[in-house]
């Protein structure tokens, strides 16, 4: 079992940056691949980044590639999605999921976090 807290969200202008942070408990942290999902009102749950359990690999979806990085401090059991140059379309809902191995998809995920609301103003 893994509890997954996540932390950082807000308000924040068009072009600006924002950093979310996900901290977890339970099982070894550094056992699990964590990743970063999204979802918009009205919209699927989509993938936007992920990280191996010992940081070797990235994993993005082409719509961050260039704005977000993702990184973890396995020392500290915690995942940070990093997010710069924000646009509108990035509002949504942000959530912290693990996973035993890497995937880009809903259906992979094991444990999920309760979501954390970030929204973009023009």
């Known amino acids: 079992q893994v509890q997954l807290v996540e932390s950082g969200g807000g308000l924040v202008q068009a072009g600006g940056s924002l950093r979310l942070s996900c901290a977890a408990s339970g099982r070894t942290f550094s056992s699990y691949f964590v990743g970063w999902f999204r979802q918009a009102p009205g919209k699927e749950r989509e993938f936007v980044m992920g990280?191996?359990?010992?940081?070797?690999?990235?994993y993005y979806a082409d719509s961050v590639k260039g704005r977000f990085t993702i990184s973890r401090d396995n020392a500290k059991s915690t995942v940070y999605l990093q997010m710069d140059s924000l646009k509108p379309e990035d509002t949504a809902v942000y959530y912290c999921?693990?996973?035993?191995?890497?995937?880009?998809?809903?259906?992979?995920?094991?444990?999920w976090g309760q979501g954390t609301q970030v929204t973009v103003s023009s």
């Open positions: 990280i191996t359990r010992n940081g070797d690999r990235l």
């Open positions: 999921a693990a996973a035993t191995s890497p995937t880009t998809t809903v259906s992979g995920i094991n444990y």
